[in-house]
């Protein structure tokens, strides 16, 4: 079976080192012994420090996602450095790269694809097109609440949401290149049109162990 995992893009920022990501390679082979992954490498810190520098010296908005999405397949390609024979060589620049890249049963590694959009809703389509079982959205924050909680300590957080509720939630989100939060319109639409069995939880090492591996209820569950 086929799983899609979006990784946090906070894992990559201009602290990381090579142990913390070996981490995460030896859970991704671990995990590829009993499905065949998808990683999607969301764009972090380094994505947002080109986008405002690049925002600031005029450039357009997609032009802006077109940077964003170049840096989060450079943090793919960290991860692939280390996957070496265990993955597909590079990272898949769109949906047909990738059914073809699938045939090879390796693990795929890739980050963003079309302008737009966050690597959340990229991650959902990427689902949808390999018939995943389940897509796993490795977040900075422990689930979907039903208000922003880094901004409101009352936020409540909620173990399963259906997707209708999730969308009235996130309505009122901006979308600006690097802006795009947890999840977006587009992804919901693809996890609600596809049933596409759906987690949101912290992205820790432990964590995507736990509930990859060991089947852990943890964080929120989007059911349809
Ligand atoms: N991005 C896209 N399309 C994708 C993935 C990413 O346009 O499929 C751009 C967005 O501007 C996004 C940024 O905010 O790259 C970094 O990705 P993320 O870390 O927000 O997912």
């Given amino acids: 079976p086929r799983i899609v995992i979006k990784l946090s893009g906070s894992l990559f920022n201009f602290e990381t080192n090579s142990e913390q990501l070996n981490d995460y390679i030896q859970l991704i082979k671990k995990i590829s012994n009993v499905y065949q992954p998808i990683i999607v490498t969301g764009g972090g810190k380094i994505a947002r420090f080109y986008i405002n520098l690049s925002r600031s010296l005029g450039m357009d908005e997609s ?33 047909e790269e990738i059914s073809v890249a699938l045939l090879s049963g390796l693990v795929l590694v890739t980050g963003g694809i ?22 796993y959205n490795a977040t ?15 936020a409540k957080k909620y173990d399963t949401i259906n997707v209708q509720d999730c969308v ?22 693809v996890i609600e049109r596809s049933k596409l069995p759906t987690i949101v939880f912290k992205s820790t090492l432990d964590n995507i162990e736990k509930v990859v591996l060991e089947k852990d209820k943890m964080g929120t569950e989007i059911i349809i």
């Fill in 63 to 95: 032009g802006l996602d077109l940077i964003g999405i170049q840096v989060s397949q450079l943090n793919a390609r960290l991860l692939i450095s280390g996957l070496a024979e265990y993955c597909y060589p590079l990272p898949p620049r769109n949906l």
């Fill in 114 to 135: 079309y302008p737009g959009q966050s690597t959340n809703a990229t991650s959902a389509l990427i689902a949808e097109r390999v018939g995943a079982t389940k897509f």
């Fill in 140 to 154: 900075d924050v422990d689930g979907i609440y039903d208000s922003d909680p880094r901004t409101n300590p009352d």
């Fill in 168 to 189: 009235n939630i996130l309505k009122s989100e901006k979308s600006m290149a690097g802006t795009y939060d947890l999840m977006d319109l587009i992804s919901l639409k």
